[in-house]
């Protein structure tokens, strides 16, 4: 009986996961894949016009991401951070983001990035928000990003 039980809270546990919950290294690629996990977008303060989303992305064999829609903005892109000359710049990667084979590709604050420009309506808290990445080999695959603050980071780490 304590079986039984066991494997039912087990069962209730796994139906309730859903995909997007999936890590990189649980989730591995096919050949002329792109696996996702860990989309969620930063919430916007009121008036803004421009959000962050971060995803990570692993491609079962080399695959470049060539670019982002969503009805949510006017625009999106796939934008890099960088530092030079002591001035932190971001920019448009206008040849994509490479996707080298077997690797996790991390999308994340301070960094590469998805960026929406021009939101039609703020990012809130709780929400969601869809686009679709567009790939140059893999099929574009859509995505739904939960809306919400960013992990804290321990500083003793």
């Not at 079986?3 to 809270?9: E, F, G, Q, V, Y």
């Not at 491609?59 to 969503?70: F, K, Y």
């Not at 490479?98 to 690797?103: F, I, K, R, T, V």
């Not at 420009?117 to 567009?134: E, H, I, K, Q, Y």
Request: charged share 20%; glycine share 10%; proline share 6%.
């Amino acid at each position: 009986m304590k079986r039984i039980l066991a494997l039912s809270a087990f069962l209730g546990l796994a139906a309730c996961g859903q995909p997007a919950e999936k890590t990189a290294e649980t989730a591995a690629a096919a050949p002329g894949t792109v696996t996702v996990a860990d989309a969620w977008c930063r919430p916007t303060p009121n008036g803004a016009k421009a959000g962050g989303c971060y995803v990570t992305l692993t491609a079962g064999s080399d695959d470049r991401l060539l670019s982002v829609s969503t009805a949510l903005a006017d625009s999106a892109q796939v934008h890099e951070m960088k530092m030079e000359n002591g001035v932190m710049s971001m920019s448009e990667l206008k040849d994509g983001l490479p996707l080298p084979a077997g690797q996790k590709v991390e999308l994340k604050p301070g960094s590469t990035h998805i960026m929406l420009m021009g939101l039609r309506d703020p990012l809130v808290d709780g929400g969601v928000a869809s686009f679709t990445l567009t790939f140059e080999k893999a099929a574009a695959i859509g995505v739904h990003a939960a809306v919400k603050q960013p992990p804290v980071v321990d500083s003793q780490e």
